[in-house]
């Protein structure tokens, strides 16, 4: 599956992003998809993702009731809605697939990425 994230900018302390992860091929709901980020000289770290299916999500604790993930299996798309963002959400955020049935927070565990794209919160 390949992959392609779009949605970032630069916002304001407090705003809002949607981020969305278009998916090629015809297998989108075979996958648990998540979201990761990379601050500047930072590793890159879990975000949160979803089940195969939609019904299950899972958050990092630094996200947790701020952002929303989801997915339309119709349109093979992966979103993060971004709400309340601190200067702290500042970085490159990556959609990934991973071939499983359960979610994984394990960054190891996921085989396909998208590009990134690039969120900016300022304060």
């Known amino acids: 599956v390949q992959l392609q994230a779009c949605g970032g900018g630069l916002v304001q302390a407090g705003g809002s992003l949607r981020l969305s992860c278009a998916a090629s091929?015809?297998?989108?709901?075979?996958?648990?998809m998540a979201w990761f980020r990379q601050a500047p000289g930072k590793g890159r770290k879990y975000v949160a993702a979803i089940s195969r299916s939609g019904g299950s999500q899972d958050y990092a604790d630094s996200v947790k009731d701020r952002f929303n993930i989801s997915r339309d299996n119709a349109k093979n798309t992966l979103y993060l809605q971004m709400t309340s963002l601190k200067p702290e959400d500042t970085a490159v955020y990556f959609c990934?697939?991973?071939?499983?049935?359960?979610?994984?927070?394990?960054?190891?565990?996921?085989?396909?990425w998208g590009q990134g794209t690039q969120v900016t919160v300022s304060s």
């Open positions: 091929g015809h297998t989108f709901s075979k996958y648990v």
């Open positions: 990934a697939a991973d071939w499983a049935y359960a979610i994984s927070t394990d960054i190891t565990d996921y085989d396909y």
